[in-house]
T-cell receptor, first 113, second 114 residues
Framework: KAGVTQTPRYLIKTRGQQVTLSCSPI?????VSWYQQTPGQGLQFLFE???????NKGNFPGRFSGRQFSNSRSEMNVSTLELGDSALYLCASSPDRAAYEQYFGPGTRLTVT | AQTVTQSQPEMSVQEAETVTLSCTYD???????LFWYKQPPSRQMILVIRQEAYKQQNATENRFSVNFQKAAKSFSLKISDSQLGDTAMYFCAFGSSNTGKLIFGQGTTLQVKP
């Protein structure tokens, strides 16, 4: 099976812009989770989607949003970008509940200037 | 709230030797999962090993094994016969059956020296 794919791999945006990141889970996996990884804060949970519904949400402002499509592909959107949003954004897929085991994609490196 | 603590920011080991990475966690749940993930310089997070809290037997995957002490809330990773390719950051993670999400520790950077 193909692994989790994320596009784009690298992105440079300007403060105030918005960005959309995409994630395609492993075939047959219905749960997709998103994480933000920074040197200072480590890995922080953003949200989890299962069967097109947001099942869990982390402690991030409303500028961070996501959705999941019927084919389990997921997108996350960050509006009004801030310098502090510069991070590696990781997507992970799981067959069912995220807590059981997750398989990660290569990540999208977002730089906000 | 659950927390995961990795008290060793950096460790090093000689090739072919054994190294143990420490992890402690805090939770009031009785049913949960614990994981070790490896993140090499390429940044791809790789699942190393998984432990179900209800299982008393420690998980093993080839050269990787865990020492799961449920009462002490400790979950250490032992890497035997270390290889240069084991050089990476290692994350301990807690999976909550209640919330369905993973909580990660801050990571331990492991360097395997030739």
């Amino acid at each position: 099976k193909a692994g989790v794919t994320q596009t784009p791999r690298y992105l440079i945006k300007t403060r105030g812009q918005q960005v959309t990141l995409s994630c395609s889970p492993i075939s047959g996996h219905r749960s997709v989770s998103w994480y933000q990884q920074t040197p200072g804060q480590g890995l922080q949970f953003l949200f989890e989607y299962f069967s097109e519904t947001q099942r869990n949400k982390g402690n991030f402002p409303g500028r961070f949003s996501g959705r999941q499509f019927s084919n389990s592909r997921s997108e996350m959107n960050v509006s009004t970008l801030e310098l502090g949003d510069s991070a590696l954004y990781l997507c992970a897929s799981s067959p069912d509940r995220a807590a059981y085991e997750q398989y990660f994609g290569p990540g999208t490196r977002l730089t906000v200037t | 709230a659950q927390t995961v603590t990795q008290s060793q920011p950096e460790m090093s080991v000689q090739e072919a030797e054994t190294v143990t990475l420490s992890c402690t966690y805090d939770t009031s749940e009785s049913n949960y999962y614990l994981f070790w993930y490896k993140q090499p310089p390429s940044r791809q997070m790789i699942l190393v090993i998984r432990q179900e809290a209800y299982k008393q037997q420690n998980a093993t995957e080839n050269r990787f094994s865990v020492n799961f002490q449920k009462a002490a809330k400790s979950f250490s990773l032992k890497i035997s016969d270390s290889q240069l390719g084991d050089t990476a950051m290692y994350f301990c993670a807690f999976g909550s059956s209640n919330t369905g999400k993973l909580i990660f520790g801050q990571g331990t950077t492991l360097q395997v020296k030739p």
